[in-house]
């Protein structure tokens, strides 16, 4: 499968859902689980990986039990080299632009570029930028965070990435965040990009997923929720059927 153009094939005709999973937040087996109940909800795609604790061996194993329970495409969201697996389907190919550090503009895609050609993991080009609170991978990534109403500077940052020849741009406000990017920032850097609006963190509820979506997002992604409700299963469903019904 080349997962880009699955992604880009669904985007022209609706939204699309893609659940995150740590690997460090349960075991294989759970995440096998996971991705089982998830598939069943609607959600388009699994996407893998976490800020910390993160070691190939885990990623190995979480990505095989995944496999083994859903035919759902498995992308890496790596947090360095140890993030990748020869098992996944592709890996977000990313630069965190509004690092301060080398090491996530590029360091890490230095070491990690022979590694993924020679896996044989397909790369898909993705602009990651960091929206305040940021969270933990705001702090590990040493990033200098956007406002939540610079809306200017978003829009700045999402066209350099697309001038740069990034395909996807990621507005994240963080794993956990108390607060989602606003529809306000979405709305605007969408109105100024041609390429895909990918918009994660502190989206839990079908209510504000679909209403990110309605300003601009055409990919949502929800994390958290599937390793705090019990019923996450209930809730990716009504936020798959929300973004969903929204006409183009």
């Known amino acids: 499968m080349n997962v880009e153009k699955y992604l880009i094939e669904k985007i022209k005709n609706e939204k699309v859902h893609l659940t995150l999973i740590d690997p460090a937040k349960q075991s294989p087996e759970k995440a096998g689980e996971i991705a089982k109940n998830i598939e069943k909800s609607g959600s388009d795609g699994i996407m893998i990986g976490g800020s910390t604790n993160i070691t190939n061996e885990l990623m190995d194993n979480t990505i095989l039990k995944i496999k083994e329970n859903s035919s759902l495409p498995v992308i890496i969201f790596p947090s360095g080299v ?45 602009a990651y930028l960091v929206v305040e609170p940021g969270m933990t991978v705001g702090k590990v990534g040493r990033a200098i965070l956007i406002k939540r109403d610079d809306t200017r500077t978003a829009i700045s940052y999402a066209l ?4 740069l020849g990034f395909h996807f741009v990621y507005l994240e406000a963080g794993s956990g965040a108390p607060d989602p990017v606003s529809e306000e920032m979405v709305k605007a850097v969408k109105s100024e990009i041609d390429i895909p609006l990918i918009v994660g963190g502190g989206i839990r509820t079908p209510e504000k997923a679909k209403s990110i979506a309605n300003s601009g997002a055409d990919i949502i992604v929800t994390g958290t929720l599937v390793e705090k409700h019990q019923n996450y299963a209930e809730i990716i469903e009504l936020i798959v059927k929300s973004i969903k019904n929204i006409k183009y």
């Open 82 to 126: 140890s993030s990748i697996s020869k098992h996944a389907d592709a890996i977000f190919f990313m630069s965190m632009l509004n690092s301060s550090s080398r090491e996530f503009l590029i360091e890490h895609q230095v070491m990690a570029s022979k590694p993924i050609k020679d896996m044989k993991i397909e790369p898909i080009s993705m």
């Open 160 to 163: 350099a990435a697309q001038f």
